[in-house]
């Protein structure tokens, strides 16, 4: 059981990155957080994003419940300027528990309250909020929906990962396929939900084409038959759509899109030796169910497709791509970079700071690429209290727009008031990648079905009673 995370300076970082050759640089000087930028016709006060984070507490209809709008309250006061809302399905049938959040006509004033808490929380401490862009991601889990799996395409690598809790067994290729009709009508419920968010006052929606939820799964559909498999033409279709009808039928609402830029393989624990580094599923090349992922060595990520990709959802009228990559079920070393596995999950199968490189990477790829795109990067929190010092020296070297917080935040919610006052996090409580979260995330035995998610370790007030709950059996 290796342990990587010995870091006690700025220097220790850059030291191990080198050792590695692996590009994570720091610096001292945390101005370039600062700095505002605008995205369409909005100005963002810094370049600091609460990364999208189920809390995985909202009511049985897909409202927000008390947890959730505390954790927004938290977020708004925070002072971070772009809050990223986090996974809310389009359709009941496709959360990904049953406490996800879910916008219909229903649940939206509800949605709309958590929406004014988080902005009123922030004009309390920040005095204002006219430079404050918050928006909601919106979802279909599509393989990953709690109440049964709804495929886009058979995946020889993911299927037999794929549990279907209706029958209580894993899938097989027999396993039935959304049809073509299956897909326009969850787009017509994409295109509803995106009205509704703009109607309560979100500035943008993100159309989630991320860890292989629905849209990220039609993006690796080669094996698909039909208008939406096949080709990168037909895979991109359905979104494609999705933009343009919201480009003419909501004109004002912002359209941002959380993207896989590489997929890869799922990953286990050795069988045989499970507390040694988790190793990939046993594959066959060419693997051709990947996005973003090198056919003949799929341990490789491959950009030619998300690239193209980008650029054409650019020119239909996305402002901001907010990088992201791997599988939370299947790979989450990729999507998040961690010390300790989540319960479900395996040993870091590398050091994580070369997963946390792999992300500044790609994302550089991205924003060199198109660099006057707001890009939003992914996968900080493994720094701990360096992540700031990379963020700085990423945003100044142009390899990124906006530095995104996930875990981070759950952890320590006021990491930019600490850091303005002190010029660093406080570091009593500051996330040390336990994946309690997650482990939180995973838990069903409770009586809606699914523990709500938050930070035991450093929310203990809140989370360490239900973590206590979540472990008793
Ligand atoms: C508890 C939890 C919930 C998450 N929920 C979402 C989500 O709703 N949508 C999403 O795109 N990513 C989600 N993620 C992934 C994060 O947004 C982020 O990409 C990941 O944690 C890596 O960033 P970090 O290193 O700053 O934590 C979640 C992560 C955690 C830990
Ligand atoms: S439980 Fe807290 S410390 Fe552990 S990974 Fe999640 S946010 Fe970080």
């Not at 927004?72 to 300027?81: D, E, L, N």
């Not at 004002?252 to 069988?271: E, H, K």
């Not at 300790?340 to 870091?348: A, I, Q």
């Amino acid at each position: 059981m290796a342990r990587y995370f010995h870091f006690r300076t700025l220097q220790d970082v850059q030291q191990a990155a080198l050792q590695l050759g692996a590009e994570v640089v720091v610096q001292e000087d945390l101005s370039p957080l600062w700095q505002p930028i605008t995205v369409g016709p909005f100005r963002v006060g810094n370049r600091l994003c609460i990364q999208p984070m189920e809390g995985c507490d909202g009511t049985p209809e897909g409202a927000p419940g008390e947890l959730t709008l505390r954790r927004y309250q938290r977020f708004g006061a925070g002072g971070a300027k772009l809050i990223w809302g986090e996974a809310t399905a389009v359709l009941p049938e496709a959360r990904a528990n049953p406490r996800q959040l879910c916008l219909t006509p229903q649940t939206a004033p509800a949605l709309a309250h958590l929406l004014e808490t988080c902005r009123q929380a922030h004009r309390q401490v920040w005095g204002s909020d006219s430079d404050l862009l918050v928006g909601l991601q919106l979802t279909h889990s599509g393989r990953y929906s709690h109440f049964r799996p709804l495929l886009v395409m058979h995946d020889p690598l993911l299927d037999p990962l794929t549990f279907d809790r209706s029958t209580g067994r894993y899938i097989n290729s027999d396993y039935p396929l959304l049809s073509d009709d299956d897909l326009l009508r969850i787009l017509d419920a994409f295109i509803a939900a995106a009205r509704l968010a703009w109607q309560i006052g979100f500035q943008f929606v993100d159309i989630k084409q991320c860890h292989r939820y629905l849209l990220n799964e039609l993006l690796a559909a080669r094996l698909r038959p039909g208008r939406f498999g096949g080709s990168l033409e037909n895979r991109t279709q359905l979104v494609r759509l999705m933009i343009q009808r919201l480009r003419q039928e909501v004109p004002g609402l912002l359209i941002f899109t959380r993207l896989n830029v590489y997929d890869g393989v799922p990953y286990r624990a050795p069988p045989h030796a499970p507390q040694s580094p988790g190793e990939p599923w046993p594959f066959h090349t060419p693997v051709l169910t990947s996005w973003g992922t090198s056919t003949e060595d799929p341990l490789q990520p491959d950009l030619t497709e998300p690239l193209r990709w980008i650029a054409e959802m650019r020119q239909l009228g996305v402002s901001a791509v907010n990088v992201s990559m791997g599988n939370p079920y299947a790979s989450p070393h990729l999507t998040r970079p961690f010390e300790y596995p989540p319960p479900d999950g395996y040993e870091p199968p590398e050091p994580p700071l070369l997963g946390v490189a792999r992300h500044f990477r790609l994302t550089e790829m991205v924003q060199r690429t198109f660099p006057d795109l707001l890009v939003v990067g992914s996968g900080y929190s493994y720094l701990q209290e360096f992540a700031f010092h990379a963020a700085a020296a990423n945003l100044a070297q142009g390899r990124v727009s906006v530095v995104g917080v996930g875990r981070a935040a759950l952890a320590q919610p006021d990491f930019v008031l600490q850091l303005r006052q002190h010029g660093r996090l406080e570091r009593r409580r500051v996330c040390r990648t336990f994946s309690y979260c997650t482990a939180l995330m995973r838990s069903k035995h409770h009586p809606l079905g699914q523990f709500p998610t938050g930070c035991p370790p450093f929310d203990k007030e809140v989370y360490g009673p239900i973590w206590q709950q979540a472990q008793s059996r």
